[in-house]
């Protein structure tokens, strides 16, 4: 039996439980690195037919999507944003457990 690649076998679970994308992408978010946030959003696009079909859903340019869905990459939030109502999600804020000290 061949080993499957990371993103394939990640993808694989993310199709098979949609609810795991979204922990997934939060857990990342609330870590705060943004090359994991990435992989994982593409992982998350191969889950959900390949990142060519998110690119057109999103009406983004797909060489430029798999760039920018790289652990070097550098979306502009509208970009994100795109991307992930393509996906059926959207970004939110939401308070953090320790408020920010004001000046």
Do not use: C, F, W
């Not at 090359?35 to 390949?50: D, F, H, P, T």
């Not at 652990?71 to 320790?98: F, Q, T, W």
């Amino acid at each position: 039996m061949k080993d499957k690649l990371h993103d394939d076998a990640m993808a694989e679970m993310l199709r098979d439980d949609p609810g795991y994308a979204i922990e997934l992408l939060n857990s990342i978010l609330e870590d705060g690195n943004q090359g994991e946030l990435l992989i994982a959003m593409r992982q998350v696009a191969k889950a959900l037919g390949g990142v060519q079909a998110v690119a057109e859903q999103a009406n983004l340019n797909s060489t430029q999507l798999y760039r920018t869905l790289s652990p070097e990459g550098n979306p502009a939030l509208s970009s994100i944003s795109a991307v992930l109502k393509a996906m059926g999600m959207r970004l939110a804020i939401e308070p953090i457990k320790r408020p920010i000290a004001h000046a």
